[in-house]
């Protein structure tokens, strides 16, 4: 403790002389004026939430003690309080769930008529809609995200997900292959513990498919939640079933035998391990990480571009695997957007993420925040210009101001690694091929966005560009009929929308 704390003071200090000695070094008049409101408290009521103590496995439809006895407490980053413990899944466990899976795909859910698949899929859809208020409540609780993400974004497009590939479960012999694979693992991350459990298990199921989940070790709630709504829609016994726990859980689900394919979503270090562990007999789908460029032209729209940066890397805290964290502005216009920047920072407001009128809550995991610090830390030993919004944190809890980083060189860490927090790195350039060179300079190959009134020049520069999924004009725009994934070490293999669909296929 005596040494974390040490630790802890020694970045305090760090960003502390960075802010007051003011590295910063455009300086250009006011060009917006905010005018300062004082929000009163909007808490969302959570009291009618009633939580069990502890909260089993999730095998062969029901939930059952793990073997080993032991339970895991599961945090709310926004002040440290356990919520609840949650069961934790070895071996016995894996082999217990994957014959519950392989039962249930052999004797009927693979023979199960599609139309009578998708009224199952249906059914939870419109049951995640009914609880859609407990579900964002509890998301926010035990991942820190603010309750305006959850309610308006992380809920409803879970839903849509499950309500998108009913519709596609009687129409499967309309595409080339149409044959289920089996038992399939499925591992997800903390990020977007409920909406990347939808990912993965709707499409999985609406092509006949049973399902091994393993939460993120931090973020397992909701997925038992989602378990819970699995038994009220009345889903045959083992076609889903969730274990949560840690990396060594998850190892046991990548190598077993009996399961065919292994989806995975989260870091691209892991992603490489799952890759190497999984076997050539497996079928592999992987989204990982990203450093994800953001491409303003001097023609661009540049209010409706910062507030895209905004909503880039600052939505849920960062912590979006194509957030994006990489600006790249055109030399021209740099003072204009880094003020403006500079200016909308200043309206973000940091608290409580059950407040409505929070916009940014806090850092998932004592470990994330002791990562984004260090990046932090790195560049400021680099002497980068850095600017933070000044404000007062909770005394509880993890948390990290939105911050960026100006006149960082391509070839830093900190403009090549995913940093996975509320950090920007601003690199300018001066013309489109010296845009695209930069952008590409990075082992990810995730998402981009481009800024430009250009027709022509943006379908140049999206073609030059080495990433799965662009935005033109706008960034983070999602929707269940659209695919997602990249390529190079972000991964391969998509999410969404009918590509999505065919990973689930044979």
């Known amino acids: 403790m005596i040494n974390q704390n040490k630790e802890e003071n020694k970045i305090e200090t760090l960003i502390s002389r960075a802010i007051e000695t003011k590295p910063y070094p455009l300086e250009v008049p006011e060009l917006q004026f905010f005018q300062k409101w004082d929000y009163s408290i909007s808490l969302e009521d959570s009291s009618f939430i009633k939580l069990k103590d502890s909260y089993d496995l999730f095998i062969g439809g029901k939930f059952v003690k793990p073997s080993s006895g032991k339970y895991f407490p599961t945090i709310n980053p926004s002040n440290e309080e356990v919520i609840t413990h949650i069961a934790y899944a070895t071996e016995e466990d894996v082999n217990k769930a994957v014959q519950a899976a392989q039962k249930a795909y052999e004797k009927y859910w693979s023979k199960t008529k599609p139309k009578d698949r998708a009224k199952y899929l249906f059914k939870i859809a419109r049951i995640i809609q009914e609880r859609s208020r407990e579900l964002a409540i509890l998301e926010t609780m035990d991942n820190g995200k603010p309750i305006r993400e959850t309610r308006d974004f992380d809920v409803p497009q879970t839903a849509q997900h499950f309500f998108y590939y009913a519709g596609?479960?009687?129409?499967?012999?309309?595409?080339?292959?149409?044959?289920?694979?089996?038992?399939?693992?499925?591992?997800?991350?903390?990020?977007?513990?409920?909406?990347?459990?939808?990912?993965?298990?709707?499409?999985?199921?609406?092509?006949?498919?049973?399902?091994?989940?393993?939460?993120?070790?931090?973020?397992?709630?909701?997925?038992?939640?989602?378990?819970?709504?699995?038994?009220?829609?009345?889903?045959?016994?083992?076609?889903?079933?969730?274990?949560?726990?840690?990396?060594?859980?998850?190892?046991?689900?990548v190598k077993h035998p009996e399961i065919k394919k292994i989806a995975f979503t989260g870091s691209t270090e892991v992603g490489k391990y799952i890759l190497k562990q999984a076997g050539r007999d497996k079928k592999i789908t992987l989204e990982l990480g990203g450093k994800n460029p953001l491409i303003i032209f001097e023609d661009a729209p540049i209010d409706q571009a910062v507030e895209a940066i905004i909503k880039g890397i600052?939505?849920?805290?960062?912590?979006?695997?194509?957030?994006?964290?990489?600006?790249?502005?055109?030399?021209?216009?740099?003072?204009?957007?880094?003020?403006?920047?500079?200016?909308?920072?200043?309206?973000?407001?940091?608290?409580?993420?059950?407040?409505?009128?929070?916009?940014?809550?806090?850092?998932?995991?004592?470990?994330?925040?002791?990562?984004?610090?260090?990046?932090?830390?790195?560049?400021?030993?680099?002497?980068?210009?850095?600017?933070?919004?000044?404000?007062?944190?909770?005394?509880?809890?993890?948390?990290?101001?939105?911050?960026?980083?100006?006149?960082?060189?391509?070839?830093?860490?900190?403009?090549?690694?995913?940093?996975?927090?509320?950090?920007?790195?601003?690199?300018?350039?001066?013309?489109?091929?010296?845009?695209?060179?930069?952008?590409?300079?990075?082992?990810?190959?995730?998402?981009?966005?481009?800024?430009?009134?250009n027709p022509s020049r943006l379908m140049y520069v999206s073609k030059k560009i080495k990433a799965g999924v662009i935005w033109a004009n706008t960034y983070n725009q999602f929707d269940p009929s659209s695919p997602f994934g990249g390529y190079k070490e972000s991964g391969f293999g998509r999410e969404g929308g009918l590509h999505g669909l065919l990973e689930y296929l044979q």
């Open 168 to 253: 596609w479960a009687d129409k499967l012999h309309y595409l080339p292959r149409s044959s289920p694979i089996g038992v399939v693992g499925q591992i997800i991350p903390w990020n977007f513990p409920l909406l990347m459990a939808a990912w993965k298990i709707a499409p999985a199921l609406a092509c006949g498919n049973t399902v091994i989940l393993k939460p993120a070790e931090t973020t397992p709630l909701t997925a038992l939640i989602l378990a819970e709504i699995i038994q009220e829609a009345g889903l045959p016994d083992g076609v889903v079933n969730i274990l949560p726990g840690d990396g060594y859980t998850g190892s046991l689900i």
């Open 314 to 453: 600052y939505f849920n805290q960062g912590h979006v695997c194509c957030a994006g964290s990489k600006l790249l502005v055109q030399e021209s216009i740099l003072p204009t957007v880094i003020q403006k920047l500079k200016d909308r920072i200043k309206t973000i407001r940091i608290g409580n993420p059950l407040d409505k009128n929070t916009d940014m809550g806090a850092i998932n995991s004592l470990q994330q925040l002791q990562k984004i610090k260090g990046y932090v830390e790195i560049g400021l030993k680099e002497g980068y210009p850095f600017y933070q919004k000044e404000c007062k944190l909770p005394e509880k809890g993890y948390w990290f101001p939105p911050s960026f980083f100006t006149n960082v060189p391509i070839n830093s860490p900190i403009a090549r690694e995913e940093i996975f927090g509320p950090v920007l790195t601003i690199i300018t350039f001066r013309d489109p091929e010296e845009a695209c060179q930069k952008a590409n300079n990075t082992p990810y190959g995730l998402a981009a966005g481009v800024w430009t009134n």
